[in-house]
């Protein structure tokens, strides 16, 4: 489904990606690890299109199309997913609006219905209740004063509304407590089918406890430096990234 | 009385520039003397020749010499054109759909180039059998009516409260002198007014016509009410004109006093306006001010906290496109101790536009317990479009809670992304993300139909 070659990408003139290659096929979870600063957002941001980003040099291609020259909402339209690490405030907007824009643009490019505001309204309340989530805050201005967890749970929420293939879900666990990381692992869980594939994004071996990845993959200085299955994540817990610099540096 | 302090307000130094930008205004005011006004009450009269010599003394301010509040917006385009009064002739073939607000009960006065057009303007039903013969709408004392009526009724009231708070500004000066028609808003001590009071100014565009249209509102002890005053250009290519009103407002002790401000004027078009307030014991005034439109749009809003427990909530919406300038001046001034102002002003600015915010805070001696905040964020969408944005706090009282900020900035290109990314389109994405920034200001309209209609009015605008 995901098909990444030899992708370099830069962000303000400074290389960040050095050579990434990656397959992921639908049905699986991949996990990418790695320090802080090693590039994982970078990698996201770039395959969801963020324009702040720039490919220099590889290819990322998606059911077998070139992304490379897509906007990141032709992105969003074939099924490509970004939870952000940091969702984004938006006061003003209300979150339901929002997100049914969303909807509607997707569906609308699909040449599928699109929905009043009536039934999207029974739509996000369905959702809601499948990830657990307090219906009230769509009301509210996208993010804005939500806490940490509540931002995560809202971007789990605009997944379940758009119902896309390929979810990357950048530091989906940061900021949640031990009940929330287990409650948003159910709904990451729940929501997946064998035609979805899913690029974990995380800093702890902790959320692989709740979302068993097919493989694990750990990302140094903008390269992927280890690849393997679970027991990767759980050798990275125990002994930390350096040993894996020094095997890179060797 | 509320206005600038002196000193600020107008340099005497401030000379004309030009006579003859002035002496068209003297010898209109000349002809107008002998037939228009000949039948205006002493008083009036007397105001007027005092009016038409401050503005012959001042004449248009000009940026020059340290006239502080004039420093960034030229008005020798307006001076250097020539005006005239309108006949009134202009109002056949008006289509009020556009400007109907979506409520079956209204107060509605409308004027089409300055001249009063029954045929436009309405009552609630309910009240039409309460209907005094010469005094407008009234009702239990109510009186939404013209102002040239209540002038010619010799009626207390008018000669009470008019031009009291107003100052000598040019360009007030000159709304005094002219003064023809307008609205006489009284509310009586306990009445709530259930029903939206809608002013409604055309202009035509037919011809180069000067207008000034004054409104007087007192509101009552305790009394509720909400006011819409609309400044609409009846066809954009219009022939250019200018709008110079003057609106003065007193509230007593506990009155709530919603006032809404919506204006639209032609690309083209002059609009000058300056609003006087003076908030009574405990008493509200809720102020929205909607620029949308117009060529040269200069504001004044002086907000005087008069007595303990006055308060005043000030939003303000000013958009500019084009080579359009806009400039809001406030003036808050905390008079008395408890007083407490909110305000937030948001500028929208493409195209080669400039937008101008003073936020003046004043707080005296006396007016201990103060609470005053004051927020000017603006948007600023191309590389030619510009904004000046400046408080100007003077705080001369120690118990006080004061916060004042600016803020200048484009569409967040990370906002942007984040829509992008859920299937928006860049100009969906920025269209949602402007809507968002203006919501906090429309939804101070709490009137829903109100709300209905200016909402409509600025997402026609932002689209
Ligand atoms: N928008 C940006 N501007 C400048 N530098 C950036 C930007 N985004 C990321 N970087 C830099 O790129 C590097 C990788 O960042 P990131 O991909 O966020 O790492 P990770 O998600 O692995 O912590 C860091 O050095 C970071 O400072
Ligand atoms: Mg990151």
Same mark, same amino acid.
């Given at each position: 489904?995901?098909?990444?070659?030899?992708?370099?990408?830069?962000?303000?003139?400074?290389?960040?990606?050095?050579?990434?290659?990656?397959?992921?096929?639908?049905?699986?979870?991949?996990?990418?690890?790695?320090?802080?600063?090693?590039?994982?957002?970078?990698?996201?941001?770039? #395959?969801?299109?963020?324009?702040?980003?720039?490919?220099?040099?590889?290819?990322?291609?998606?059911?077998?199309?070139?992304?490379?020259?897509?906007?990141?909402?032709?992105?969003?339209?074939?099924?490509?997913?970004?939870?952000?690490?940091?969702?984004?405030? #938006?006061?003003?907007?209300?979150?339901?609006?929002?997100?049914?824009?969303?909807?509607?643009?997707?569906?609308?490019?699909?040449?599928?219905?699109?929905?009043?505001?009536?039934?999207?309204?029974?739509?996000?309340?369905?959702?809601?209740?499948?990830?657990?989530?307090?219906?009230?805050?769509?009301?509210?201005?996208?993010?804005?004063?939500?806490?940490?967890?509540?931002?995560?749970?809202?971007?789990?929420?605009?997944?379940?509304?758009?119902?896309?293939?390929?979810?990357?879900?950048?530091?989906?666990?940061?900021?949640?407590?031990?009940?929330?990381?287990?409650?948003?692992?159910?709904?990451?869980?729940?929501?997946?089918?064998?035609?979805?594939?899913?690029?974990?994004?995380?800093?702890?071996?902790?959320?692989?406890?709740?979302?068993?990845?097919?493989?694990?993959?750990?990302?140094?200085?903008?390269?992927?430096?280890?690849?393997?299955?679970?027991?990767?994540?759980?050798?990275?817990? #125990?002994?930390?990234?350096?040993?894996?610099?020094?095997?890179?540096?060797? | 009385?509320?206005?600038?302090? %002196?000193?600020?307000?107008?340099?005497? %130094?401030?000379?004309?520039?030009?006579?003859?930008? =002035?002496?068209?205004?003297?010898?209109?005011?000349?002809?107008?003397?002998?037939?228009?006004?000949?039948?205006?009450?002493?008083?009036?009269?007397?105001?007027?020749?005092?009016?038409?010599?401050?503005?012959?003394?001042?004449?248009?301010?000009?940026?020059?010499?340290?006239?502080?509040?004039?420093?960034?917006?030229?008005?020798?385009?307006?001076?250097?054109?020539?005006?005239?009064?309108?006949?009134?002739?202009?109002?056949?073939?008006?289509?009020?759909?556009?400007?109907?607000?979506?409520?079956?009960?209204?107060?509605?006065?409308?004027?089409?180039?300055?001249?009063?057009?029954?045929?436009?303007?309405?009552?609630?039903?309910?009240?039409?059998?309460?209907?005094?013969?010469?005094?407008?709408?009234?009702?239990?004392?109510?009186?939404?009516?013209?102002?040239?009526?209540?002038?010619?009724?010799?009626?207390?009231?008018?000669?009470?409260?008019?031009?009291?708070?107003?100052?000598?500004?040019?360009?007030?000066?000159?709304?005094?002198?002219?003064?023809?028609?307008?609205?006489?808003?009284?509310?009586?001590?306990?009445?709530?007014?259930? =029903?939206?009071?809608?002013?409604?100014?055309?202009?035509?565009?037919?011809?180069?016509?000067?207008?000034?249209?004054?409104?007087?509102?007192?509101?009552?002890?305790?009394?509720?009410?909400?006011?819409?005053?609309?400044?609409?250009?009846?066809?954009?290519?219009?022939?250019?004109?200018?709008?110079?009103?003057?609106?003065?407002?007193?509230?007593?002790?506990?009155?709530?006093?919603?006032?809404?401000?919506?204006?639209?004027?032609?690309?083209?078009?002059?609009?000058?306006?300056?609003?006087?307030?003076?908030?009574?014991?405990?008493?509200?005034?809720?102020?929205?001010?909607?620029?949308?439109?117009?060529?040269?749009?200069?504001?004044?809003?002086?907000?005087?906290?008069?007595?303990?427990?006055?308060?005043?909530?000030?939003?303000?919406?000013?958009?500019?496109?084009?080579?359009?300038?806009?400039?809001?001046?406030?003036?808050?001034?905390?008079?008395?101790?408890?007083?407490?102002?909110?305000?937030?002003?948001?500028?929208?600015?493409?195209?080669?536009?400039?937008?101008?915010?003073?936020?003046?805070?004043?707080?005296?001696? =006396?007016?201990?317990?103060?609470?005053?905040?004051?927020?000017?964020?603006?948007?600023?969408?191309?590389? =030619?479009?510009?904004?000046?944005?400046?408080?100007?706090?003077?705080?001369?009282?120690?118990?006080?809670?004061?916060?004042?900020?600016?803020?200048?900035?484009?569409?967040?290109?990370?906002?942007?992304?984040?829509?992008?990314?859920?299937?928006?389109?860049?100009?969906?994405?920025?269209?949602?993300?402007?809507?968002?920034?203006?919501?906090?200001?429309?939804?101070?309209?709490?009137?829903?139909?109100?709300?209905?209609?200016?909402?409509?009015?600025?997402?026609?605008?932002?689209?």
């Amino acid at each position: 489904m995901l098909d990444i070659i030899d992708l370099h990408a830069e962000v303000a003139g400074v290389e960040i990606l050095k050579g990434v290659t990656l397959h992921v096929d639908a049905g699986e979870v991949h996990a990418i690890m790695g320090p802080n600063g090693s590039g994982k957002s970078t990698l996201a941001n770039v #395959i969801a299109g963020n324009p702040a980003y720039r490919v220099t040099a590889g290819t990322i291609e998606f059911e077998g199309e070139d992304l490379g020259t897509l906007a990141p909402e032709e992105r969003a339209r074939r099924g490509v997913f970004l939870s952000f690490q940091h969702p984004i405030e #938006i006061p003003g907007l209300r979150m339901d609006h929002f997100i049914r824009a969303g909807y509607n643009s997707v569906m609308k490019s699909r040449e599928e219905d699109q929905l009043d505001p009536l039934k999207f309204d029974r739509l996000i309340r369905a959702k809601a209740k499948v990830i657990d989530m307090d219906a009230t805050l769509t009301k509210r201005a996208v993010n804005e004063g939500f806490s940490g967890g509540e931002k995560k749970r809202n971007e789990i929420l605009q997944m379940a509304v758009l119902e896309p293939k390929l979810r990357i879900l950048d530091e989906i666990d940061s900021g949640l407590d031990v009940d929330a990381l287990r409650s948003v692992s159910a709904s990451i869980n729940e929501l997946m089918t064998p035609e979805k594939a899913t690029l974990l994004v995380t800093h702890y071996e902790r959320l692989l406890t709740y979302i068993q990845p097919n493989q694990v993959h750990i990302l140094m200085d903008g390269r992927i430096v280890a690849s393997g299955g679970k027991e990767l994540a759980r050798e990275i817990e #125990i002994k930390g990234y350096d040993w894996l610099a020094e095997r890179q540096g060797a | 009385m509320t206005g600038w302090p %002196s000193g600020r307000a107008h340099s005497n %130094s401030t000379m004309p520039q030009n006579d003859s930008q =002035e002496s068209h205004y003297l010898s209109m005011f000349a002809a107008f003397e002998k037939n228009g006004a000949s039948d205006s009450p002493d008083w009036l009269k007397t105001l007027r020749r005092e009016a038409i010599a401050d503005f012959e003394r001042n004449g248009f301010p000009t940026a020059r010499r340290g006239n502080e509040l004039w420093k960034y917006t030229d008005v020798r385009p307006l001076a250097n054109h020539v005006f005239a009064r309108s006949d009134g002739s202009n109002h056949e073939q008006i289509d009020f759909a556009a400007y109907k607000l979506p409520c079956p009960r209204v107060h509605q006065l409308v004027f089409v180039d300055g001249h009063y057009a029954a045929d436009l303007s309405t009552e609630p039903p309910s009240q039409s059998a309460h209907r005094a013969e010469t005094i407008g709408h009234r009702s239990e004392g109510l009186i939404v009516g013209r102002l040239s009526e209540a002038i010619q009724e010799r009626l207390p009231l008018v000669e009470q409260y008019f031009n009291k708070q107003v100052g000598s500004s040019a360009f007030a000066s000159l709304n005094t002198a002219f003064v023809e028609d307008g609205a006489l808003i009284y509310i009586p001590d306990g009445v709530s007014v259930h =029903e939206p009071i809608y002013l409604l100014f055309i202009t035509t565009g037919r011809s180069q016509v000067v207008t000034h249209p004054r409104v007087l509102v007192i509101a009552g002890v305790n009394s509720k009410s909400t006011i819409i005053q609309g400044y609409e250009s009846l066809i954009t290519d219009a022939k250019p004109g200018f709008t110079n009103a003057v609106t003065e407002i007193v509230t007593h002790s506990g009155a709530v006093l919603n006032h809404y401000k919506l204006q639209r004027e032609a690309a083209n078009a002059y609009h000058i306006s300056s609003t006087h307030a003076t908030i009574g014991r405990d008493s509200h005034l809720a102020s929205v001010a909607l620029d949308l439109d117009g060529g040269l749009v200069r504001n004044d809003l002086c907000v005087k906290l008069a007595e303990p427990g006055a308060s005043v909530k000030l939003d303000g919406l000013y958009i500019g496109e084009g080579e359009r300038h806009v400039d809001n001046h406030t003036f808050v001034d905390h008079f008395a101790p408890r007083t407490s102002s909110n305000e937030v002003y948001k500028g929208i600015l493409t195209g080669a536009s400039r937008g101008v915010f003073v936020g003046q805070v004043m707080v005296r001696p =006396e007016a201990q317990q103060t609470i005053a905040h004051q927020l000017n964020k603006n948007m600023v969408l191309s590389d =030619e479009a510009e904004i000046d944005s400046q408080p100007m706090l003077e705080i001369f009282a120690d118990d006080v809670q004061c916060t004042h900020g600016a803020t200048v900035g484009r569409l967040d290109a990370t906002a942007v992304f984040y829509l992008n990314s859920r299937g928006l389109s860049t100009q969906e994405a920025q269209q949602l993300l402007i809507q968002g920034f203006v919501s906090e200001v429309l939804s101070a309209i709490v009137d829903d139909a109100i709300r209905q209609y200016t909402d409509d009015a600025v997402l026609t605008k932002l689209v």
